[in-house]
């Protein structure tokens, strides 16, 4: 009994690792936009009908929250904003500087990397 207990908990060990690592690489895939177009065309003496399925992909960026970690991964248009002054922001506190993603500017602590402040639509 003892054998079957220590192979089954043996065997949860080894497969633990690799169900984190796929559903880890699952997280960051890109989602697939699919559209269904029809297109009529009406040429001399018939009407043609075309159907088709459009794929797109297209990254899946998040919207942030306070307290999160910061990940690059998962940003749109990431850079850091050294000219704070120049973008009309405060000066960010220390151990904090500010990230751009997309169109928002997070303020996000150096070492630990979570987000302390987010403004919306700060830098355009």
Request: glycine share 6%; charged share 25%; proline share 5%.
């Amino acid at each position: 009994m003892k054998k079957l207990i220590l192979t089954a908990i043996a065997a949860s060990l080894v497969a633990s690792p690799l169900a984190a690592t796929a559903a880890s690489a699952q997280q960051y895939q890109p989602r697939q936009e699919q559209r269904h177009t029809t297109v009529v065309r009406h040429e001399p003496g018939r009407t043609v009908v075309v159907s088709r399925d459009v794929r797109q992909n297209r990254p899946h960026y998040r919207d942030w929250r306070r307290g999160e970690r910061f990940d690059y991964r998962q940003a749109r248009n990431y850079r850091v904003v050294n000219d704070y002054r120049g973008r009309h922001l405060k000066a960010p506190p220390r151990g904090y500087h500010y990230v751009q993603s997309g169109n928002d500017a997070l303020l996000v602590g150096i070492s630990s990397g979570v987000i302390a402040a987010i403004l919306t639509g700060a830098l355009r």
